[in-house]
């Protein structure tokens, strides 16, 4: 383990509490408040400008020091989850009904860590933008905060965010150069036919047969359109239509998720939904209305800041415990909004497989007994730290090549 990391120990407990604190009191998408205010209050404690109100409950703390005009974005997301908690933690949830399921107490926590560390004691030369961003889950607060001029107040030249990932070695840190999360789009197609008496079926157009036939088409999608080099994920998580035996219904719907970890090949998703709908209907003596939202873009890591963020883990780790090759995930993440402005790299930090003895770390995210791994606060703050001091380092280092 790195000097960072050994430098760091000794404040890590006050965050480990801050982690359990921010833990007890989780907070839904854009309803940070609790959050956002304990996270501007401290970073203006450790002399950070705080900027707040971005994206509605987002925060940014800037620190500038030096001359350089480099700028370093860190991202944090900081809501939870309508999820009753069943960890049996001592810190777990005082708000019935909502959990940090997904770690993102953590991811603040770490953060924190690092921003108090790094006033104190990293030396660097430049601009630190710390990003604070609500509901990650699925609303979108990253595109929120880019809205309301995340990089035209603050511009970065590379941002680089960090999520746990239970079932890998607590503190391992894995990332990849390229498309490393999927895109995720919501889509529901309605059939409309005709009602009727079940005991006529050919008085009536039935949209219930056209439903079961679309949802076996749509299984060729994947198999049959997409490249099986290429990843691609159709999923008909709902199938809803009729409420008598004797009924045929007007109408049935199909609720998709629709995944890909390439541009074109959600773009070829898309087409080939579109017109499998239109001619299953058509072949029932149906229509169907496809209402396609766009969900979380593609997450593509940039080669050099990936270069540098894996770097910098074997730095902190040692080699043995970084993984450059990391598998690519089927999950969306809305950081990717912020890499298709700005380059960067998101890295997953090992949450625990169960063989440290902490069954909660190796629970994955979402579940009721998930909890964030709080050995991790030191690893993720040290990365940080390492990270700043490597992308924001002072000139006379540079110069003779450190
Ligand atoms: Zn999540
Ligand atoms: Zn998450």
Same mark, same amino acid.
């Given at each position: 383990?790195? #000097?960072?990391?050994?430098?760091?120990?000794? +404040?890590?407990?006050?965050? &480990?509490?801050?982690?359990?604190?921010?833990?007890?009191?989780?907070?839904?998408?854009? $309803?940070?408040?609790?959050?956002?205010?304990?996270?501007?209050?401290?970073?203006?404690?450790?002399?950070?400008? @705080?900027?707040?109100?971005?994206?509605?409950?987002?925060?940014?703390?800037?620190?500038?020091?030096?001359?350089?005009?480099? $700028?370093?974005?860190?991202?944090?997301?900081?809501?939870?989850?309508?999820?009753?908690?069943?960890?049996?933690?001592?810190?777990?949830?005082?708000?019935?009904?909502?959990?940090?399921?997904?770690?993102?107490?953590? #991811?603040?926590?770490?953060?924190?860590?690092?921003?108090?560390?790094?006033?104190?004691?990293?030396?660097?030369?430049?601009?630190?933008?710390?990003?604070?961003?609500? =509901?990650?889950?699925?609303?979108?607060?990253? &595109?929120?905060? %880019?809205?309301?001029?995340?990089?035209?107040?603050?511009?970065?030249?590379? /941002?680089?965010?960090? #999520?746990?990932?239970?079932?890998?070695? +607590?503190?391992?840190?894995?990332?990849?150069?390229?498309?490393?999360?999927?895109? $995720?789009?919501?889509?529901?197609?309605?059939?409309?036919?005709?009602?009727?008496?079940?005991?006529?079926?050919?008085?009536?157009?039935?949209? &219930?047969? !056209?439903?079961?036939?679309? /949802?076996?088409?749509?299984?060729?999608?994947? $198999?049959?359109?997409?490249?099986?080099?290429?990843? !691609?994920?159709?999923?008909?998580?709902?199938?809803?239509?009729?409420?008598?035996?004797?009924?045929?219904?007007? +109408?049935?719907?199909?609720?998709?998720?629709?995944?890909?970890?390439?541009?074109?090949?959600?773009?070829?998703?898309?087409?080939?939904?579109? !017109?499998?709908?239109? !001619?299953?209907?058509?072949?029932?003596? &149906?229509?169907?209305?496809?209402?396609?939202?766009?969900?979380?873009? @593609?997450?593509?890591?940039?080669?050099?800041?990936?270069?540098?963020?894996?770097?910098?883990?074997?730095?902190?780790?040692?080699? =043995?415990?970084?993984?450059?090759?990391?598998?690519?995930?089927?999950?969306?993440?809305?950081?990717?909004? %912020?890499?298709?402005?700005?380059?960067?790299?998101?890295?997953?930090?090992?949450?625990?497989?169960?063989?440290?003895?902490?069954?909660?770390?190796?629970?994955? @995210?979402?579940?009721?007994?998930?909890?964030?791994?709080?050995?991790? @606060?030191?690893?993720?703050?040290?990365?940080?730290?390492?990270?700043?001091?490597?992308?924001? +380092?002072?000139?006379?280092?540079?110069?003779?090549?450190?």
């Amino acid at each position: 383990m790195g #000097h960072m990391l050994e430098s760091l120990l000794p +404040q890590v407990d006050e965050f &480990v509490a801050l982690r359990r604190e921010i833990h007890r009191f989780p907070e839904l998408a854009f $309803s940070e408040h609790r959050t956002s205010e304990l996270v501007a209050t401290r970073l203006a404690g450790w002399g950070y400008e @705080v900027h707040r109100g971005l994206g509605g409950t987002g925060v940014v703390g800037q620190l500038r020091r030096g001359s350089s005009s480099r $700028s370093l974005g860190l991202r944090a997301d900081m809501d939870a989850l309508p999820i009753a908690e069943a960890s049996g933690r001592p810190w777990a949830s005082a708000c019935a009904g909502l959990m940090h399921a997904c770690g993102h107490d953590g #991811h603040t926590a770490m953060l924190l860590a690092a921003a108090s560390y790094i006033a104190r004691s990293v030396e660097f030369d430049g601009t630190l933008n710390l990003i604070f961003q609500p =509901a990650e889950e699925g609303a979108g607060g990253a &595109v929120k905060m %880019m809205e309301d001029g995340l990089f035209e107040r603050f511009p970065c030249d590379a /941002v680089f965010a960090m #999520h746990n990932m239970p079932g890998v070695p +607590q503190g391992h840190l894995w990332l990849r150069e390229g498309a490393s999360m999927a895109s $995720s789009d919501d889509v529901t197609i309605t059939l409309h036919g005709t009602g009727g008496h079940g005991a006529m079926p050919h008085r009536a157009a039935d949209p &219930v047969v !056209a439903a079961a036939s679309l /949802v076996m088409a749509l299984q060729t999608v994947v $198999s049959r359109n997409v490249d099986p080099l290429q990843a !691609a994920v159709v999923t008909v998580g709902a199938l809803n239509a009729g409420k008598a035996n004797n009924v045929i219904p007007a +109408q049935a719907s199909l609720e998709l998720s629709v995944r890909a970890l390439d541009r074109g090949v959600r773009q070829h998703l898309r087409e080939r939904i579109h !017109a499998l709908a239109q !001619a299953q209907a058509e072949s029932f003596s &149906v229509r169907a209305e496809v209402n396609w939202r766009e969900g979380y873009a @593609v997450l593509v890591n940039t080669p050099a800041e990936t270069a540098l963020a894996a770097d910098v883990a074997e730095q902190l780790a040692g080699p =043995a415990r970084v993984n450059r090759q990391a598998p690519p995930l089927t999950a969306s993440e809305d950081f990717a909004f %912020m890499l298709e402005k700005v380059p960067g790299c998101y890295l997953l930090i090992g949450n625990g497989d169960g063989s440290d003895g902490n069954a909660a770390g190796a629970c994955m @995210v979402h579940n009721p007994g998930y909890d964030f791994n709080d050995d991790n @606060v030191a690893v993720g703050a040290a990365y940080w730290s390492l990270l700043v001091q490597r992308f924001l +380092q002072p000139a006379a280092r540079l110069a003779i090549g450190s």
